[in-house]
């Protein structure tokens, strides 16, 4: 990872209160799905999380609860720290995780309820 991309992320993950994320990766060089431009994570700016504190983006994102209020909050915080920041609502591709990078981009698409 990128190491304004790693700042960004840790005062991102020290806001929100984080104390233990699952994360899919970051540094991956591979192109993005369905077309030829190289992805965000092949330069090092991006990294894909699964979960933060218990609260599993597959399972909670939907949630009213606790679990799913820390997800929610964790969305519209990295909307201040990262240019794209995808989720299950954005596409099936995201259904597990958030994605946030540092890249060119179009910022935070709105939850669905707001």
């Known amino acids: 990872m990128s190491c304004p991309t790693a700042q960004r992320l840790g005062t991102f993950l020290d806001e929100i209160g984080a104390q233990n994320v699952v ?13 030829s431009i190289v992805s965000e994570h092949g330069y090092g ?8 504190d218990g609260a599993s983006v597959l399972d909670d994102w939907t949630s009213d609860d606790s679990k799913g209020k820390v997800l929610k909050k964790a969305y ?20 597990n995780h958030f994605h946030f990078d540092n890249g060119l981009g179009f910022g935070c698409l709105s939850l669905k309820d707001e």
Not at 23 to 35: D, I, K, P, T
Not at 45 to 52: G, H, K, N, R, S
Not at 76 to 95: I, K, M
């Open 23 to 35: 994360h899919l990766g970051s540094y991956n060089c591979r192109e993005q799905r369905g077309n």
């Open 45 to 52: 700016l991006a990294i894909d999380i699964a979960e933060i």
């Open 76 to 95: 519209q915080t990295a909307c201040e720290y990262f240019s794209n920041v995808l989720t299950p609502d954005s596409n099936a591709a995201h259904r």
